[in-house]
Each structure stands twice: as C-alpha cells, then as structure tokens.
C-alpha cells in the first residue's frame, strides 16, 4: 500500500523522536549497531553482531546457547538473585518447560481475560484528565499499569507504582553491572540489593516471581509511552480508533520500538550462525530491532510486516517472550482509551538510566 506525503512526514517525525532514547542512554552502542546492520552477521573480535532475522533465529532456535554466562540476560539476573532459584532466562530442558507451563495458563487468553478488567479502570482513570484539557503523563500510565499487572500476576499485595519502581531499579542496577567495558566498582553489590529489595516487596518469593516482574514492568513502561508517541507524532490515532485495525496496529508499534533491542547471549558450542563460523564462549549480540526491520518499515496496521518480522521483538524458540500477547492487548486498550481524544505530545524526556531505552516521562494533551 502506497504511503502519503503527509504520511511519510508523520513517520519522520516520530523516528526522530523515538531515536533519542538510543542516541541518549547507549550513543556508542547504538551507534556501532547503526554502523554494522549493512552486512546480517558481523564478527568483531569474539563477539558476532546479528542483525538479519533468519540469523537472529537461527542463533536463538539451533545454536546451544550458555544461558547462565556472564554478560547474558540470564546471567545477570542469577548473579542479582544468587541461592533464590532459577529464573526462566537461565533454565534449560525438563525444568524450564515446567516453570513456563506454571505461567502460560496465567499469561494465555484466560489468564488476561482475568486481568483485563484489573487494569482497564485504572487506563480510563489516568485518562480522564485529557478530557477536561488536562495532561496525561504516559510513562507514570504504564508504570502504575505494569505494577498493578505484575501485582496481579503474582498473587502480591504490593503496591503497584513501589513494585514498577523497584523492577525498575533492580534490572537498571543488574544492567549496569553487566555493561561492556572496565569493572565498576559496587556495581555487583548494588544489583545484588535492588534484587534482594524487590524480592522483600513481593512478599520474599521465589526468584522466578522477581524475574517475572522484572521481565514485565520493564518492557511495558519501555514500551508503552514510546508506541503512543510514535502513534500521536505519525498521526496514526484514525487506525488505534478502529476496532479492527488496533490490534495490528498495537503489533506494528511493538515491531518498530522493539523495546527490549538487544539481547546478549553467549555461544555453549561450536555451530554456525547467518553462515559465519561460531566457537564455543563467542558472544552474540542479537539485535532484535533489526531483525525486527524496526530501522526500515515503518508501522502501518493496514500493511504490517505480518506476524513473523513482528514476533521476533519477543525473541524466538523455546524461550520466546511468555508475555507478548499480554503486551499488546495491554498496548491495544491505552491506544483505544486514547485515540479519542487523538493525543500529541507536549514533552519527553529520555530516561538515561533505565535498562531498556525509554522515557523518563511523556506528557500528551488532547489533539485539536
Ligand atoms: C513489549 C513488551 C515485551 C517485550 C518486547 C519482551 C521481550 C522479551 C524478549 C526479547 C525475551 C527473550 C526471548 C528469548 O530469549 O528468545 C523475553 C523473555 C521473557 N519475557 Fe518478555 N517482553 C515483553 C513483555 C513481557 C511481559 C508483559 C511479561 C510478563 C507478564 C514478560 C515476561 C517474560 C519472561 C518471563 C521471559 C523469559 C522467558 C524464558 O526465558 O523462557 N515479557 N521477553
């Protein structure tokens, strides 16, 4: 379908804006990712950067992957919740298919028909205010959203915006301790107590409740306010009020802010990925923005990139995201409470010290 002038303004505009959260947090690091997507798989040193989808898939459906090794996702987090038990990311077989199972039922159709009517008063509550010309804080929206949902989740008693802000802080805090480059001193420890405080708030739970919670608030307040901007500055409110276009349009925002962009693994055995040679111990930087083709296709509900470029934000195999439907039928009900109202934003301001790229804050008022 072909894309208007007036369209493809829009979609500048909201990829100049959304790249500040990159340019902002990680420059360098984005910066070499922008620099090397030219070629699918890239070796420097022993790191491989992959940037072309089948290789993405390839390395995280074929290759034996160290889920426990330093620097990884799963890593990380176990080094945080060391003795506390094992933490999905970092689980392999027998083991890993059975703590999936006890969080499927919770994060199927069921388990958010169940959820849904927790989180859609309290949307058209923090709404509301944009109705009387008043502004909406979108990030302070979905951060006491993803508290309530992972409150919910677990059976916890915490109160949501504490609960947001205390993932918030233990998977900043474990990021910063696993970031290339020289030792920070305090790092570890820090990770060690932000995780040991979040573990307190949800009641001491096992480490598997933490990491959930860690998994879902993170994404959503990275998510959320950064798919509402794309969708006020492109001008897309006509296709999140249109009851048949919102969800694809929901999987397209998703698509393009691929809100967890990077993830780091690391190679359990020799194998080959996008056809470049691959040695035990390699690391792998698996750029799911690219393979995602978030730099290049621009979001469009009425001819999105389809379900298969979409789904791999979530990852890929047996330890794809357990959370992506949830993700977007929470994405979709904001986008319906506020496409009424066809929201611009009024300011942002990059959070520099979240582990996801995202806003500190993103103020919307209602549109003329
Ligand atoms: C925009 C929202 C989200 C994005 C982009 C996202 C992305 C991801 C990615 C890339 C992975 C790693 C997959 C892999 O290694 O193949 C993952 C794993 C995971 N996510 Fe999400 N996620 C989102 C929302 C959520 C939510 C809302 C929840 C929970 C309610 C959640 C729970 C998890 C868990 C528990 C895992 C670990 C799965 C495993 O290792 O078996 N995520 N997610």
């Given at each position: 379908m072909s894309t208007t002038r007036a369209e493809a303004t829009g979609h500048a505009k909201a990829r100049r804006r959304d790249r500040l959260v990159y340019l902002r947090s990680h420059p360098l690091l984005f910066g070499l990712l922008a620099a090397t997507r030219g070629r699918g798989v890239r070796r420097l040193g022993g790191t491989l950067l992959v940037h072309d989808a089948d290789a993405y898939r390839e390395a995280l459906t074929r290759l034996p992957l160290d889920?426990?090794?330093?620097?990884t996702t799963g890593g990380a987090a176990r080094a945080a919740l060391r003795g506390a038990g094992d933490v999905l990311f970092d689980q392999e077989g027998a083991g890993h298919r059975a703590d999936r199972r006890s969080l499927a039922r919770r994060l199927g159709a069921e388990g958010i028909a169940e959820l849904r009517p927790v989180w859609r008063p309290l949307l058209e509550r923090g709404c509301a205010p944009l109705a009387g010309g008043g502004e909406v804080d979108v990030v302070a929206l979905a951060r006491e959203a993803a508290g309530t949902v992972a409150g919910a989740l677990l059976g916890s008693e915490a109160e949501p915006v504490a609960l947001a802000e205390a993932a918030a802080r233990a998977a900043a805090a474990s990021v910063r301790g696993h970031l290339p480059g020289p030792p920070r001193p305090g790092a570890a420890a820090a990770a060690v107590r932000e995780a040991e405080r979040l573990r307190t708030l949800l009641g001491?739970?096992?480490a598997l409740s933490s990491m959930v919670a860690v998994a879902a608030v993170n994404t959503t307040v990275a998510a959320v306010p950064r798919a509402v901007a794309w969708c006020a500055d492109a001008g897309l409110w006509g296709q999140a009020a249109d009851a048949e276009l919102r969800p694809r349009l929901a999987e397209e925002l998703l698509r393009v802010t691929a809100a967890s962009p990077v993830l780091p693994r690391v190679a359990a055995a020799a194998g080959s990925v996008g056809g470049c040679p691959v040695r035990g111990g390699d690391r792998l930087v698996l750029v799911a923005r690219h393979a995602a083709g978030a730099h290049r296709r621009d979001p469009d509900a009425?001819?999105?990139?389809g379900p298969g470029a979409a789904r791999l934000v979530f990852g890929?195999?047996?330890?794809?995201?357990?959370?992506a439907r949830l993700a977007a039928v929470l994405l979709g009900d904001v986008l319906e409470e506020l496409a009424p109202y066809r929201p611009v934003v009024t300011r942002a301001r990059v959070?520099?010290?979240?582990?996801?790229?995202?806003?500190r804050s993103l103020t919307v008022r209602a549109g003329a």
């Open positions: 889920r426990a090794a330093a620097g001491g739970g096992d009425r001819d999105p990139a890929a195999g047996p330890h794809a995201c357990p959370g959070d520099r010290r979240a582990a996801l790229p995202g806003w």
